[in-house]
């Protein structure tokens, strides 16, 4: 089991920026991915951005990307997001992840990770 705490979240304008923390409680295999996804009301749970712990790889949407950096803390096993240029579509419950088997192509989808967070919300008002 890994256990993953998030921090981070607040309200911010447009253009502002904010940075969300997520610590696991161990890493595992090669294969460690840490990320995260964000879930507005009413919508699918989507990804933002991911890294892979061996080699540092990371992954981002189409629509946070030059906007949003991911990086990692290896003594802490700590993952960080970088939000700048915040936009209202922004707006969601940010949720940190972490999985030890995930092939590149599932990356993208939650269905297939297996750790979870609590999520922290991220407001950004127009």
């Known amino acids: 089991q890994v256990q993953l705490a998030e921090s981070g979240g607040g309200l911010v304008q447009a253009g502002g920026s904010l940075r969300l923390a997520c610590v696991a409680s161990?890493?595992?295999?090669?294969?460690?991915?840490m990320g995260w996804f964000r879930q507005a009301p009413g919508k699918e749970r989507e990804f933002v951005a991911a890294?892979?712990?061996?080699?540092?790889?990371?992954y981002y949407a189409d629509d946070v990307k030059g906007r949003f950096t991911l990086s990692k803390d290896n003594t802490k096993n700590a993952v960080y997001l970088q939000m700048n240029g915040l936009k209202p579509e922004d707006t969601g419950v940010y949720y940190c992840a972490a999985d030890d088997r995930l092939i590149q192509s599932s990356i993208f989808s939650h269905i297939h990770w297996d750790y979870w967070g609590q999520g922290t919300q991220v407001t950004v008002s127009s």
């Open positions: 890294l892979r712990w061996s080699g540092g790889t990371t």
């Open positions: 161990r890493r595992t295999q090669n294969r460690f991915t």
